[in-house]
């Protein structure tokens, strides 16, 4: 494989962080391989996505119109795929992106990585993946000239650059979808989740009730323009939605600062963010098991160290606006 | 659809003369994956960099706790004769985790059992499992949104690409009506409303219920419920999986960099506790 192709992920034009960063590591690798970067963008809105694209180092940017849920973006992916004759497909780790990943492999009968958080290239790509929970490295190579990456955000830099893609109009030969979309309901603000944010700040059974993760947790989330997280504990309480849920039946995640408030760290949520790459804990027993990975850990009440924090955090960011 | 070779069963309840139209039960199947226990503490062997399984016990995947959960529900509010079959690829040895599936409810299961599977890749695993789900026909599919030891989410949306079928995954809210399957997706900030026509793959993730525990009752009925048992051979496969066939080849296992302990700091209230977290996060360059 020498080609990347990136799928786009965009909500009406938008384009996902994940995205831009599978452009921009596609490059580095296309570079190493000596292929070209596509990148292919389907549904409402996919020419305003093109436009972003093309401050990014693309080669080339497919855009189909075809607006069927999942398949449309699996059937733009195969086009472009089939025509570069080879290809190393990025997609973000996300609901759409493993959905269109998965079923992209499936139907070209390739390999499929997921939860990449790194790449070699001596000779041919293979994709680096934390596995058990974490405890282990491996790396995957690919067998034939197709082969999917799913991404894990926030581990990749997405960065522009002067290159200028050339927008290809895929052609469209839609057929009925089997899968008929009747509704789409946002019961939350659109914020970044918990696998995008760079600053994520999670409680756990030490926050007592809903209250804090809508408050004192979320301010400082705000301050930090960052994600609310919780623990499996805090999630089985029915404190907040699942979606949220940092664990082994959660998500995975690598923020660059993790700040774990009353989560005493059992190996359930530890395996869910123990890449991050700088974890604060607050938690009120000195011999959590937390404190056995965490960079610091304060003791004390997090109820009032919280919200000073916040304040100290808004005066920093402050300052350097 | 698979439906239709099955015959209509006994409307319970029904009043003399009335006739329900087109009622068909379903055949609802559930995949299952055993996998070690998620809360014990997992550590690798380093001379063979391979999981320690001693001491860590075997278990249904819990994200598939959701979808056989979901199933039951499913075939409970249906009540029409519909049934519930376990999928499940695994060692034989395994029989005994995959007999908790039927004490939950299931009516019987299918295990897929071969060396040759072994080693197999996510791309072989779709291909031996679709086709052992083919061969059972079902109106619906339902699968776990993914499992605590690979966590790639990667499978429904295969299955559903190999079996032909409409794949509508994440759901949390499931429902059967006019032959069609309707659930709300789950999104970053909300869900959707998307529906297909049977026979459909469905991905139930873990706000869908509360699975339920086995009953003593359901423990007792469950030693005379059909656990059949496939060979690779029995799957009509035509392509190479395990090992040998794998798309994605394992080519490096190292152990991950271990997190050492960092500092704790006791603080006086909760001004001292800010002031300690801010300026080590001046020195770490986040402030």
Known sequence: ????????????????????????????????????????????????????????????IHVSGDERFIDGAVDALETVAKSAGNA?????NTMIGRDVGSRFAARVD???????????????????????????????????????????PNVFAAKETSGAGEIVHLASNATASPVTVEDEVEEA???????????????????????????????????????????????????????????????????????????????????????SETIVAINKDANAPIAEFADLLVVGDAFAIVPALTNLVRDAKAAHA | MGAESRPVPDEPGSEPGFVRPEVLALKILVTVKLVPDTNADKRIDPSTMRLVRT?????????????LEAALQLKEKLNDGSTVTVVSMTPAANKEIVRKALAMGADDAVMISDDTLAGSDLWGTAVALSAAIKAQSPDLVLTGTQSTDAISGDLPGMLAEKLGFPGLTYARKIDLADGRVRVERETENGYMTISAPLP???????????????SLKGIMGAKKKEIKQLAAADLGLTVAVGTDGAKAKLINVAPAPVRGKGRVETAADGADGARIIVEFLKERKFL
Request: include cysteine; hydrophobic fraction near 45%.
């Open chain 1, 88 to 92: 190393l497909v990025l997609v973000g």
């Open chain 2, 200 to 214: 459909a793959l469905v991905s139930v993730t873990k706000s869908a219920n509360e699975p339920r525990y086995p």
């Open chain 2, 55 to 67: 001491g860590v016990e075997t278990v249904l995947n819990p994200f598939d706790e959701y979808a």
């Open chain 1, 110 to 152: 390739c390999g499929i990585n997921a939860d990449v958080v790194d790449f070699t290239t001596d000779g041919s790509v293979a994709a680096v993946m934390p596995k058990l929970g974490g405890l282990v490295i491996t790396t995957c190579a690919y067998v034939g000239d197709f082969g999917v990456a799913a991404i894990r």
């Open chain 1, 189 to 275: 603000a659109a914020e970044l989740g918990v696998e995008e944010a760079s600053v994520v700040v999670s409680g756990g059974r030490g926050m007592g009730g809903p209250e804090p993760f809508t408050t004192i947790l979320k301010d400082l989330a705000d301050a930090f323009g960052g994600a609310v997280g919780a623990s499996r504990a805090a999630v089985d309480a029915g404190w907040i939605p699942h979606g949220h849920q940092v664990g082994q039946t959660g998500k995975t995640i690598s923020p660059t600062l993790y700040l774990a408030v009353g989560i005493s760290g059992a190996i359930q949520h530890k395996v869910g963010m123990r890449t």
């Open chain 1, 1 to 60: 494989m020498q080609n990347v192709i990136a799928y786009i992920e965009h909500k009406h034009g938008v384009v996902r962080r994940v995205s831009l960063e599978a452009v921009t590591q596609g490059r580095t690798l296309a570079d190493k391989l000596g292929g070209k970067v596509h990148a292919v963008v389907a549904g409402a809105g996919a020419s305003d996505a093109a436009e972003t694209l093309k401050k990014y180092p693309v080669d080339q």
